[in-house]
């Protein structure tokens, strides 16, 4: 099995039953985890409860991240029973096999057929991976048949990670599509935009809101904004980092910059510090962050805020979003995709009419500026995926298209079934 994770958005059932294992554990000798985001780890402790004792198989970091993510995750969606939260992951950290990226592990036999499998970067978040699935049996043409999954893929040139490289080839395909349906900016420019929405956001004294996933979006964009004060591109301006967990993962990317790219390794062998640097404030205990949110209405010096969640459906963001939505000098910048049925959605649909958002059941108008940089998303744009599939040396004969609104998979699914004539594109439902 690829992925446990929960729906999110209008996916979301809510409640015990996006926790819910619906489906009969028969048959499933393994769970492989391509990266720790909860819509694809959300669900293994639920996993492990029904009954699933197999080997969980991952990347590396992906190791050490997962049991930041899953406790995080418990404590808020499952009990806060410390001694179930603490068995719950000592098992699954006695269930976890960690892979080098590139190295071929059989992970299941039996009954005359076999799977072995391969991580690869995937350039997601840190750790980050997609699989490779050496099937061998009878009932495959030749005795074999390979199945690449791409998980998430990131964008090339993302701060921090290497870009992903398509494989050599596949028979199948299984192909997300988040961003099938546009292109995101190159990163010379997001970073030129980025710099110029904040220089224009903090002219008035005003607040700027990015709501950002703990992990992996929030990391890259300190990167950036150490990269633009660097360089004088910004001028003095407090950032703060409201979120324990953020915090905790920042820390772990700064342990696992072996994992880096050249670019990241280089600016710590010139003395730099991109994840940790002067003017970065990080606000830890409950306490702290409700005199932030108190204090930052009132005060008349420019402020950067990172919180999650990334989609504003919970988390530390919807205290400020309470406080500072209905001031016009506040600013809130979406760096990621907002899926259907969140706040973040419903703030980008409603902001250019002073619309209002639900956050926890109350009305909220909507007088704060709306900037959306989706070039800072981790996912791979239209033309990356692209390149993904029509870039093996051994095209695949059938491509299936997951993970992404039905709208960009079936622009996706055409993009392809033009690139690749001979191949058979389907939408999975």
Known sequence: MIDCGLFQ???????????????????????????????????????????????????????????????????????????????????????????????????????????????????????????????????????????????????????????????????????????????????????????????????????????????????????????????????????????????????????LKVYWDAEAKGKLRAGRHPLAFEQLLTVDSHQDHLKMVGYLPQRKRPTIVLAASGMCSGGRIVNYLKALLGDPRTDIIFVGYQARGTPGRAILQYADSHGWVQLDRQRYTINAAVTVMAGYSAHADQRDLLNFATRMRKPPSCIKLIHGDSDAKQVLQGKLQTALPACRVVVAT
């Open 9 to 255: 958005g209008d996916e979301a059932d809510g409640g015990a039953a996006n926790q819910a294992i619906n489906f009969s554990l028969r048959g499933i000798d393994a769970l492989i985890v391509p990266h720790v985001h909860i819509d694809h780890v959300g669900r293994i402790p639920a996993l492990l409860a029904a009954g699933f004792n197999g080997p969980i198989y991952c990347t590396c970091p992906t190791s050490l991240l997962l049991s930041v993510v899953l406790e995080d995750a418990m404590k808020i969606g499952v009990t806060r029973n410390r001694g179930l939260v603490n068995r719950t992951l000592a098992q699954m950290r006695s269930q976890l096999v960690a892979l080098p990226y590139l190295h071929w592990a059989e992970v299941a036999a039996g009954d005359g057929c076999s799977v072995r499998v391969k991580l690869h970067n995937a350039g997601h978040i840190l750790g980050a991976a997609y699989v490779s699935c050496q099937l061998r049996g009878a009932q495959w043409p030749g005795g074999r048949h390979k199945v690449v999954l791409s998980g998430d893929l990131g964008a090339p040139h993302s701060p921090l990670l290497a870009a992903p490289r398509p494989p050599y080839g596949c028979d199948t395909l299984v192909l997300e599509s988040t961003y099938g349906d546009r292109l995101h900016e190159g990163r010379r420019q997001r970073r030129a935009r980025l710099a110029a929405v904040i220089k224009r956001a903090i002219a008035d004294n005003g607040v700027v809101l990015i709501p950002a996933f703990s992990i992996g979006r929030t990391q890259e964009l300190l990167y950036e904004i150490e990269s633009l004060l660097h360089r004088g591109q910004l001028p003095a301006v407090d950032i703060v980092v409201d979120s324990p967990l953020a915090a905790k993962f920042t820390a772990l990317y700064r342990q």
